[in-house]
């Protein structure tokens, strides 16, 4: 049995859709009919940039939802019919069959989500890499409190501070953290801030000012326990490094790394953290996302969604996707294609 696929041959190509083989899963594994697929900036870079070195020819895709058509032999928790969204697993990151960009993949089970009826497909599968990013970063990297599935937490009094909350991983980082009882400050364009709002921070400094005025914005609403910077671009790099050495040096965690050398007071700290879920120590926070936040917290709306901006016409189209997040057409929104059964 064969299947469609958008494959990229070699190192730089574009991508070409053409016949995959469709697998059979493997102990611990799950076939998937793909009925989404959410498009992920690195994905672009990859194509684009080489940023991570991988094998070729090679299936692109990190996060796709769908319905489970078989499962391993030892698989017991999923069943064929199920509704899930899944991550792909970086252990088997290298393996085209694990890539979103075709109509059956295969999932680890442990990555992946068992959705309620009442979970709309698009809304895991635009959220569930980014949350797995900042679930990770803010709790197992930044050591903050995890939230309940089910209900906001009582505030904690501290304060942080998540850069560029109209993102993606912004706007999810900042439901987490309100979820878990913080006070958030974050940052937002005028076109967005409304979004960002429904999200529960405190403050929303406007991040179309000047370098100067969202400098000294940052400091009038410190100083913060901690500090994500979900943009991982230059300017954000200068403008916290700014801020922090006016308090006499300090760190923060991003989702990006410095283009520059920064002083020796300032420490910038980028991790693959969605990766880190698949560390054997990190094995209980792994089934805490994916049995209970990326479910529960979708459906309870302790976690807010990313907000979808569709890519039609299959999987011909799934290059204009990787063009537009590469060439910046794509803000406060994920791409998301739906595949036809």
Same mark, same amino acid.
């Given at each position: 049995? #064969?299947?469609?696929?958008?494959?990229?041959?070699?190192?730089?190509?574009?991508?070409?859709?053409?016949?995959?083989?469709?697998?059979?899963?493997?102990?611990?594994?799950?076939?998937?009919?793909?009925?989404?697929?959410?498009?992920?900036?690195?994905?672009?870079?990859?194509?684009?940039?080489?940023?991570?070195?991988?094998?070729?020819?090679?299936?692109?895709?990190?996060?796709?939802?769908?319905?489970?058509?078989?499962?391993? !032999?030892?698989?017991?928790?999923?069943?064929?019919?199920?509704?899930?969204?899944? $991550?792909?697993?970086?252990?088997?990151?290298?393996?085209?069959?694990?890539?979103?960009?075709?109509?059956?993949?295969?999932?680890?089970?442990?990555?992946?989500? /068992?959705?309620?009826?009442?979970?709309?497909?698009?809304?895991?599968?635009?959220?569930?890499?980014?949350?797995?990013?900042?679930?990770?970063?803010?709790?197992?990297?930044?050591?903050?409190?995890?939230?309940?599935?089910?209900?906001?937490?009582?505030?904690?009094?501290?304060?942080?501070?998540?850069?560029?909350?109209?993102? #993606?991983?912004?706007?999810?980082?900042?439901?987490?953290?309100?979820?878990?009882?913080?006070?958030?400050?974050?940052?937002?364009?005028?076109? *967005?801030? #409304?979004?960002?709002?429904?999200?529960?921070?405190?403050?929303?400094?406007? *991040?179309?000012?000047? *370098?100067?005025?969202? $400098?000294?914005?940052?400091?009038?609403?410190?100083?913060?326990?901690?500090?994500?910077?979900?943009?991982?671009?230059?300017?954000?790099?200068?403008?916290?490094?700014?801020?922090?050495?006016?308090?006499?040096?300090?760190?923060?965690?991003?989702?990006?790394?410095?283009?520059?050398?920064?002083?020796?007071?300032? /420490?910038?700290?980028?991790?693959?953290?969605?990766?880190?879920?698949?560390?054997?120590?990190?094995?209980?926070?792994?089934? @805490?996302?994916? !049995?209970?936040?990326?479910?529960?917290?979708?459906?309870?709306?302790?976690?807010?969604?990313?907000?979808?901006? @569709?890519?039609?016409?299959?999987?011909?189209?799934?290059?204009?996707?990787?063009?537009?997040?590469?060439?910046?057409?794509?803000?406060?929104?994920?791409?998301?294609?739906?595949?036809?059964?």
């Amino acid at each position: 049995m #064969s299947h469609q696929a958008a494959w990229i041959k070699e190192q730089h190509a574009q991508l070409v859709v053409d016949e995959a083989s469709t697998p059979t899963p493997g102990p611990g594994e799950l076939l998937i009919k793909v009925k989404t697929i959410a498009f992920s900036p690195l994905e672009a870079k990859i194509q684009r940039l080489a940023l991570i070195p991988i094998s070729y020819p090679n299936i692109l895709g990190m996060s796709f939802g769908g319905t489970v058509e078989s499962v391993g !032999s030892d698989v017991s928790n999923f069943k064929p019919g199920d509704k899930i969204v899944t $991550v792909r697993d970086g252990a088997k990151g290298g393996d085209p069959k694990f890539g979103a960009y075709q109509q059956y993949a295969l999932a680890s089970a442990t990555s992946t989500a /068992k959705l309620p009826d009442d979970v709309p497909l698009e809304n895991a599968s635009t959220s569930v890499l980014n949350m797995a990013a900042v679930a990770s970063a803010l709790s197992i990297f930044m050591g903050l409190d995890r939230p309940s599935a089910t209900s906001k937490a009582q505030s904690n009094g501290k304060k942080i501070l998540i850069y560029g909350g109209s993102s #993606s991983a912004g706007g999810l980082a900042t439901s987490y953290a309100t979820a878990a009882g913080y006070e958030v400050i974050t940052t937002s364009s005028p076109k *967005h801030k #409304s979004f960002v709002q429904s999200l529960g921070p405190s403050t929303i400094i406007d *991040h179309s000012q000047s *370098h100067a005025d969202i $400098v000294s914005a940052v400091k009038s609403h410190g100083p913060y326990e901690a500090i994500f910077d979900a943009i991982g671009l230059q300017p954000v790099t200068e403008i916290l490094s700014e801020y922090l050495q006016s308090l006499g040096g300090g760190s923060w965690y991003s989702l990006g790394v410095a283009m520059k050398p920064l002083p020796e007071n300032i /420490k910038q700290i980028f991790a693959p953290y969605s990766l880190s879920l698949d560390k054997p120590e990190n094995s209980e926070f792994r089934t @805490w996302f994916y !049995s209970e936040l990326v479910p529960k917290g979708l459906q309870s709306g302790i976690i807010v969604p990313t907000r979808a901006q @569709w890519v039609e016409g299959g999987l011909g189209q799934a290059q204009k996707a990787l063009d537009m997040m590469m060439e910046g057409q794509v803000s406060g929104t994920k791409l998301l294609m739906g595949l036809s059964a």
